[in-house]
Every structure is written in C-alpha cells, then in structure tokens.
C-alpha cells in the first residue's frame, strides 16, 4: 500500500464504543498534526477513523468539543506521571517527557496548531485550559507525596509546579531557540525544585479559558 | 492630518549622522509592528524615515542587518536595566520592564514577528541571538552588584538569570494565556532569586543564532 494514499481510500470499521472514541480522537490529533486547526474538519476525521460522521456527531457537538477531547486525551497519554520516589526524580522525569513529547512530529504540530491559534479562536483557548487543567490535577499526587516526604513546604501549588517546570522548555522551544533537549529539562527540573524548596510556589498558576483572553 | 495618511504622503527630511540613524531604526520598528517582517521592505522604511533608500542601503547592506540593528536598538532602549540596591528589587524592576513592553502595541507587534517568523528566517534567529545577547550582556551589572554584595553565590551567570526571568513572563504570554500583569512579574522574579540563591543558575543560557537552530 502506498503511503501516500488519503485515509478516505481505506476506511476501517471500527465498531462502537471505546474502539470508535480512541479512533476518532486519535484520528483527529493525526488531522491536527497534518493540517493545523484551519484544516481540521469532522468530516476528514470521521473518514481517517473509519466511521460516519453522523456517528462523530452524535458524540461531538462541532469540532470544538473533538480537539478538545483530542489533545486532553493525547497528552494525558503521552506525558505520564512519574514517581520516583524523590521530588527532584519526578521533576526531571516531568521534564524529559514534556521534551520528549514537543520534540516529537505530533508534539512539534500540535503545540504548533494550539500555540498559533490560541489567539483567536475560544475553543482552542478551551482546549489549552483543559489540557493544562488536566495536568494540574495529575501533577497532584506528585507534589502531595513530596510533601508528604518533607521535601517540600505544605501549600506549593501542583498548577504553580507545573508552570515552572515547563516555562524554561516553551521558552527555549519559542523563544530563545537553541536545543530541546536533556539539558533544558535537567535545568527547569533544578529551577523548579529551587523555587519549590524556597516555597514561592504556593499560588495556584492561572490559566486563559475561552472567556478569559488575559 | 489623517492619521491614516502614509508616510509616504509626508516625508521628514532627517538629515544625516545620529539623527537619520534613529530615525531609520525607528521607522523599521513602526513598519514591523504594522505588517511583521514580511512585508518589511527598505522601501517602506526610507519613505516613513523620509530619507532616500540609497542612503539606508549606504549603512545597512539589507533589510536583515536594518531588521537585527533596529530591534536590538529599540528593545535596549525600552527595557532598562534597574539598580534598586538589592537583587530582588532589581529582578521585580526586570519583570515588570519586560511586561510593560510585552503589552505595549509595539511590544506585542514586533514579538510575534519574531515568534512567527522565528523558525524559518535566519536573519530573524540573528536578531533574536542579538537581542539576547545584548540583554544578556547588560544584566550584568546586576548580578555582579548581587553577588558583591553577597546576595547571590559566585559563579551565578547572567544569562542563566535573565533567561529564568523571562520564562514564566512568556510562558504566560504564548502559552497558559491568562492576564500579563504585576502579578506575573512579581512570581517570575520570585523563582529567580530562588533559583538563583540556590545556586541553579550558574550555566550561561543558550540561544539559537543563525546557524544554530536548535
């Protein structure tokens, strides 16, 4: 089979249910990657999945409400938890795979469609405060184990963690250039940690919603 | 007059020496906040300068080296360097310099310029490496004040610091979304003189230049 070939030119029956869902997000995070938000459409997405659109629909609102779930969905799965039984391991494991993941082709045009848009578009600022709202609350048990240990003051913020630990990694990533890579995550894992230890943490991080433009 | 008349309608004759100079940066960064990099062209910056291009082209070979030297020029110039007598002070002043420009209509013009065309124009990745270089360079003062006065440990590296401080500001900006405000400042000097005190800011920062991209 080429690989050229558009995926409209091999639906595959994917049934109902959680098959259908994981394939039609799944579908959608490939539409992203390939075309940016502009492109996307239910229709592309209900064809590279395998399944009506009406049956898309039934499910989404618009696609909105899919890219939302999408990139919530990806990213949740892509850039796991750690525990490692130290705070100082779980940050710079945090680190290595928020790197691991923009530096990736989907990472690099996700980040790309979400970063470009998110001016303009409210869902795509919905889209943004979900994902980060999901990493947030996963960062939870992270910090309350370190806590827990005495390795941090009680009151630091798993939203405050999670922002210091990836504003040195966009910005190297968007701003300053250079290399994405181990030593970048190595760093903000160290910035964090110091930030943390010294308990300027404590407030949780805001994040844009589709109302809130800043 | 019209406000929207062009400049080309009212040329300014500036003379020659320091004072077309200016006036030749200043107009590079009015034509970039208006149309971004890519309609920037010499022609536009002589007739807003009201000067003939033949003398722009006399000083810089291309609208590249106008492009680097205008914004390094104008970010030198709006985002001063304190000296409060303590490097928290110092810090909080760098922050909210930082973000005082970020909102400001040619703040925000020229930065998405810069992001936008970052990836792909070398000459826009060498007034990037330029621009850093130069903040990089007049931080410090500031941090050698810091550790003469025994406020940060020897070794701590400008770069590193000035770096730390901007991650957060424009992770905010470009990112999370959410209000650039004081209280944005405020955090991002807080994880600085953290890290700083804590000796993680002793690596000099990296930043892409023309043939580096990362």
Known sequence: MELGSTPADRPRPVGRGPKMHAAVLAATV????????????????????????TTVYRRWKDRAALVVDALAEHIATDIPMPDTGSIGGDLREMARSLVGWL???TGRAVEAALISDAVRLPEIAE???RIFGDRFRRAEPVVARAVARGELPVGTDPSAVVSALA???HFRLLVSGGPLDDTVAEQAARITLAAARAGVLDTPARVAGPVDKG
């Open 30 to 53: 490939a539409e992203l990657a390939e075309g940016g938000y502009a492109a996307l459409t239910v229709e592309r997405v209900a064809q590279r999945a395998g399944v009506h659109k």
């Open 103 to 105: 530096v990736s082709p």
């Open 127 to 129: 889209a943004r405060a």
């Open 167 to 169: 504003a040195p990694i």
